[in-house]
């Protein structure tokens, strides 16, 4: 069974440039996340979809980030313009289950931006 | 919202010796406790997770314990190998809601 793919894996940018982050669930997974994990701290969550609809986006800083499923499969997240703190490793991860977290969540590779 | 604070942050152990961490939360109605492994560079990943009807689940040397009414569960390794050195991630969720992770512990299994 493929994984989580993701890309890119890396992207080093400038702040105030934008930068996309590209991932393709596992087959039938319906519910896909996208958590961004700063260096030396746990994942944190930015969005989750169900099929093609958010399902929460409050930790989601709109005036920068944008994110979209379309057709419920693959997901892009945006970040325009970029800040020196957004430097992390963006994670996708999608789970079986219909909604919600009660279900083992599995993660892409990660996508690691450096903003200078 | 729900707020997962995970200690010790950085644990060292010799190989054999068992490691202990403990995670707290703050959201009573969480029902859904899991615990990641992260090893250097690579993706996180399910290692056990345990459910608020359980207060104990094994699988060979890991184990976790919950205990509701403190509100707090812990991951249990036994006879610690280098392999285990990661950063560990514990997490908690109640019904419809996403994880929350906590901050992670780094383990060093000194040989």
């Known amino acids: 069974e493929a994984g989580v793919a993701q890309s890119p894996r890396y992207k080093i940018i400038e702040k105030r440039q934008s930068v996309a982050f590209w991932c393709n669930p596992i087959?039938?997974?319906?519910?896909l996340y996208w958590y961004q994990q700063i260096l030396g701290q746990g994942p944190k969550l930015l969005i989750q979809?169900?099929?093609?609809?958010?399902?929460?986006d409050s930790q989601l800083p709109k005036d920068r980030f944008s994110a979209e499923r379309l057709k419920g499969v693959d997901s892009t997240l945006k970040i325009q313009p970029a800040k020196l703190e957004d430097s992390a490793v963006y994670l996708c991860?999608?789970?079986?289950?219909?909604?919600?977290?009660?279900?083992?969540?599995?993660f892409g590779e990660g996508s690691r931006l450096t903003v200078l | 919202g729900e707020n997962v604070e995970q200690h010790p942050s950085t644990l060292s152990v010799q190989e054999g010796d068992s490691a202990v961490i403990k995670c707290t939360y703050s959201?009573?109605?969480?029902?859904?406790f899991p615990w990641y492994k992260q090893e250097l560079g690579k993706r996180p990943q399910l290692i056990i997770d345990?459910?608020?009807?359980?207060g104990e689940k094994k699988d060979q040397r890991i184990a976790v314990t919950l205990n509701k009414t403190a509100k707090h569960f812990s991951l249990h390794i036994t006879e610690t190998q280098p392999e285990d050195s990661a950063v560990y991630f514990c997490?908690?969720?109640?019904?419809?809601?996403?994880?929350?992770f906590g901050k992670g512990t780094r383990l060093s299994v000194i040989a």
């Open positions: 345990i459910r608020s009807n359980v």
């Open positions: 997490a908690a969720s109640k019904g419809n809601t996403p994880l929350v």
């Open positions: 959201d009573s109605a969480s029902n859904y």
């Open positions: 087959s039938g997974h319906a519910t």
């Open positions: 991860a999608s789970s079986l289950v219909s909604s919600g977290g009660t279900g083992e969540l599995f």
């Open positions: 979809f169900q099929n093609n609809g958010v399902v929460d």
